[in-house]
């Protein structure tokens, strides 16, 4: 059973930096992308970076410069390292697997002012 569980988050204030971390099992994570997506109240669900197998990442570009996405694949976890945080940051992030719809409970991001 694929599982994926998202920790990490908090409060903290603008230009703060916060780590998340992605808990995968249930499948062979090194064989697949991962990314984390966000989701801001009243928003859409949003990528907001990805991780290939082969460590090719992607970024959206009002993050760019500021996150950066890793993966350790001995330990099935997938990164997000996010510095210089922003109001408009403040999110629920989750990761997801590149195929299937396998999602997280999330977690929360605050970043205030």
């Known amino acids: 059973q694929v599982q994926l569980v998202e920790s990490g988050g908090g409060s903290v204030q603008v230009g703060d930096s916060l780590t998340l971390s992605c808990a995968a099992s249930g499948f062979t994570f090194s064989l697949y992308t991962m990314a984390w997506y966000r989701q801001a109240p009243g928003k859409e669900r949003e990528v907001v970076a990805t991780i290939s197998n082969s460590g090719y990442t992607y970024y959206i570009d009002s993050v760019k410069g500021r996150f950066t996405i890793s993966r350790d694949n001995n330990k099935n976890t997938v990164y997000l390292q996010m510095n210089s945080l922003k109001a408009e940051d403040t999110a629920v992030y989750y990761c997801?697997?590149?195929?299937?719809?396998?999602w997280g409970q999330g977690t929360q991001v605050t970043v205030s002012s």
């Open positions: 997801r697997r590149s195929t299937g719809n396998y």
